[in-house]
């Protein structure tokens, strides 16, 4: 056994193999009002940990808490680490590295987390795995089921980006559009599993979904020298993926290989900022989304509660941005630096534009930080319109080239 279950809120400790989505007695609180109790966190055995400590170079597998045997079928990462000299040219921080997860299989983030339920549910001899998403997470585990022969059972909000929606509808995955917001879809899903069985990869709710998230951080580690970022940037919705970052660097960290962790700093778009609230306030509490970041809007976090201890254990903070300052950061990637990324991963880089004199007040200007860019834009190009447009087409004939003033 490489594991054991621990409550985030009530501190249990489960030790079992078994599958477990929440800590039974803090569950029994949740009444949809406030962020969920019971998130459960997966905690590496001191051997595990130990023997990764002593490699030379680890890899995110020694660090999982299953034993990977898919991993050429369907590889994860290592997704490039871009310098974008002409970007930190405009914020004055000469050490910033973007990590492109836009360019793992399904075109996000999310196939870290997918790729490590699929391995749950083969070892547990399970075929089948519901979810609810609003695009990325469903186009990654439908890309995963494709790739190892499982049965996607998705509940999407109907409102979802159509490109999402279709790379499922590709990938072979049975969509079950929802008349309502991702949260009914989550729910949806999870009455799925309680009623036909299947594992249910939720966001949160499978505490394997952050364990995947975590090998983005055992990626960093080796592509920066064997060392942690000073800072890094994550763009949050429902807290996982900030989870996931920070819980990589923590097992780093237990495993003697990193110091100290990383400030790890909360991207939200300022309509959609439950987590960012909570932070500030204390006070777990819904917020209505209606950011077009699709992939970060969310009303009711479900992995709020760790996501707020993770940012404060990690001595990071929260950063707002307007959903106008997300496009134009989406916009500046694009023609600064080549990276074409969905409004969600531009919610990091907007977050860091506009935190860049406060990184440089409190880390210096050689801080070294990282960017999480989570998604292509080649999965919402409808984000665009009315922010450029295609240009009209000339005449064949060499006087229109001639009148052409670039």
């Not at 995110?60 to 994860?76: G, L, N, Q, T, W």
Request: proline share 4%; charged share 25%; aromatic share 8%.
């Amino acid at each position: 056994m490489r594991f054991r279950y621990v409550c985030s809120d009530c501190g249990r400790v489960y030790k079992t193999d078994d599958i477990m989505y929440l800590c039974p007695e803090c569950s029994k609180d949740n009444d949809g009002k406030t962020f969920s109790k019971g998130n459960l966190i997966v905690e590496l055995t001191d051997e595990v940990l130990k023997k990764a400590g002593k490699k030379e170079h680890v890899r995110a597998e020694d660090f999982y808490p299953y034993e990977v045997k898919h991993s050429k079928e369907f590889p994860i990462g290592i997704t490039p680490l871009v310098e974008a000299k002409r970007l930190n040219s405009r914020s004055g921080l000469k050490n910033t590295l973007y990590k492109l997860d836009s360019q793992l299989i399904s075109g996000s983030f999310k196939d870290r987390a997918s790729y490590l339920v699929a391995e749950q549910a083969l070892c547990h001899n399970e075929k089948k795995i519901a979810l609810a998403s609003t695009g990325n997470a469903g186009a990654a585990m439908s890309a995963v089921g494709a790739a190892l022969g499982l049965d996607i059972i998705l509940f999407v909000p109907e409102n979802a980006p159509i490109n999402k929606l279709m790379q499922s509808v590709l990938y072979g995955a049975h969509v079950v559009p929802v008349k309502g917001s991702y949260d009914d879809a989550f729910n949806l899903s999870i009455e799925y599993t309680k009623r036909f069985g299947g594992i249910n990869r939720n966001t949160a709710y499978n505490p394997m979904t952050i364990e995947g998230k975590k090998s983005i951080s055992i990626e960093l580690f080796e592509q920066m020298g064997r060392k942690a970022p000073d800072a890094i940037y994550v763009p949050v919705g429902d807290g996982c993926i900030i989870a996931g970052v920070a819980k990589g660097f923590m097992d780093l960290k237990k495993a003697g290989l990193i110091d100290t962790l990383p400030h790890i700093i909360c991207a939200q778009s300022d309509k959609s900022d439950a987590i960012t609230k909570a932070f500030e306030s204390g006070e777990y509490l819904p917020v209505k989304a209606t950011t077009r970041a699709d992939s970060i809007s969310v009303s009711l976090p479900a992995n709020g509660r760790m996501a707020v201890r993770y940012i404060k254990e990690s001595d990071g903070w929260c950063v707002r941005v307007s959903d106008e300052e997300i496009i134009d950061a989406e916009l500046e990637l694009a023609k600064e630096a080549g990276i074409l990324s969905e409004p969600a991963a531009a919610c990091a880089y907007a977050a860091y534009k506009k935190d860049a004199e406060n990184i440089k007040k409190k880390l210096g200007e050689d801080a070294s930080v990282v960017v999480l860019l989570t998604g292509t834009g080649f999965k919402d190009m409808a984000v665009f319109d009315g922010k450029v447009k295609l240009p009209k087409a000339i005449d064949a004939t060499v006087e229109e080239v001639g009148k052409l003033d670039f």
